[in-house]
């Protein structure tokens, strides 16, 4: 994808006439950078340090494109095999084998929570910055089900399951690369999208210069049956005016004859 829209939008060479059809097209370009920025961006809430494609061998050359170093993906993975649930497990995890946690919903964020359990039904849970250092107030939690359930805050649709008395813990909430990639496609293919309303203006655009194709060979043809008519009044002219010359020269050579007899 980042290939073809680079090939769309390519702005030309110098003295060249090889500009991409959509050189001009800012949506597009738009698009083209978000797709970028997915191969960049750090992946947060899957271990304690953030990941990036480029942990997996992903790299971006100079021209744009996209790469794997397949040596450098199979090390990784060797190494941190769960980190491979940040290509294609969207999933909410805790660092203790007491605490359970899944994850529900679209409202929550990515990033590293703090679940603080003040007593059998009580707890309350904060966001921790990339010092692990709390940012937020923290929330309360609900116990629902026999589970803590979180309603408010970056981690609406979080729930947490003890094992026996539980115990505090970090959770980790985390949004796949693939569900990334699967919302801004969806964003950009739902219905009546800015792609539509883009084609939609075009087509509209199309429709009005063909109208102003019509009416100016309309005007064109009025023009030219009017330059006709000029044309033949004049063409007239000119012949009777050539008649009248040669009466006139023919008066005189007679005028003239007559002078000399």
Known sequence: MINKLTELTYRGSPGADDAGPLADDNLIKGYLRSFKRMTTTPIPGFQGETLYLSNFGVMTELDGSVSINETKFREFFKANPDAFSAIGNTRAVSDSNLVQAEISGTLWKTGVYEFDKTGPTSAKLYKLDENNARIDAGNDMVFEGGKFKITAGDAR?????????????????????????????????????????????????????????????????????????????????VSSFKKTGDLLTNFMDSWRASLKG
């Open 157 to 237: 649709g979080l729930a947490l399951t003890m094992l026996g008395n539980g115990e505090d813990a970090k959770i980790y909430i985390g949004k796949s690369l693939m569900q990334t990639i699967q919302e801004f496609t969806e964003n950009i293919l739902v219905p009546n999208n800015d792609i539509d309303v883009k084609i939609k203006a075009y087509n509209d655009d199309i429709v009005e210069f063909n109208e102003k194709i019509t009416d100016l060979n309309e005007r064109m043809d009025n023009q030219r049956e009017r330059y006709m008519q000029q044309f033949t009044a004049m063409e007239s002219s």
